[in-house]
């Protein structure tokens, strides 16, 4: 499985040097607005689309629960 930091180029350059605080924000507003995004477009958005918005999902739930140790 992928870490965020595979998936989201921002977090990989920039915010993953941020102090664990603003990391861990930045993970839980990214984890609700993909969540959204999902969500309000579910039928929309084709299979591959919704596999790789899940797999961000996962690789940031799976980030904050490290965070927060």
């Known amino acids: 499985m992928p870490t965020l930091a595979d998936l ?4 990989k ?6 102090p664990t ?5 930045y993970c839980i507003k990214q984890l ?11 039928g929309a958005l084709e299979r591959k689309q919704k596999e790789k918005l899940k797999e961000i999902i996962e690789a940031t739930q ?3 629960a490290q965070l927060k140790k």
């Open 8 to 11: 989201d180029e921002l977090y």
């Open 13 to 18: 350059t920039t915010i993953c040097k941020l």
């Open 21 to 25: 605080e603003s990391r861990l924000s």
């Open 32 to 42: 609700d607005k993909i969540q959204s995004v999902l969500t309000k477009n579910a």
């Open 62 to 64: 799976k980030e904050i």
